[in-house]
């Protein structure tokens, strides 16, 4: 009996050992590449429309 006990914790705890992740840090072999093409059209068409906002004003007469 009391050796069932014992082969059913040995058993046990393979299977938790088994079951444990494994973390493991690796240095990348090309070095790392950040692409920084920004697209500055919102920008653009942000001037344009605060100037088309300042020439059709409703105390500009145009409409």
Do not use: W
Not at 24 to 33: F, G, Y
């Amino acid at each position: 009996m009391r050796l069932r006990y014992l082969l059913a914790a040995l058993l046990l705890g393979l299977l938790v050992a088994a079951c444990t992740p494994t973390v493991q840090l690796a240095v990348p072999d090309k070095p790392i590449n950040i692409n920084l093409n920004v697209k500055i059209q919102h920008e653009i068409y942000v001037k344009v429309d605060k100037a088309l906002d300042d020439i059709i004003d409703k105390d500009s007469g145009l409409f």
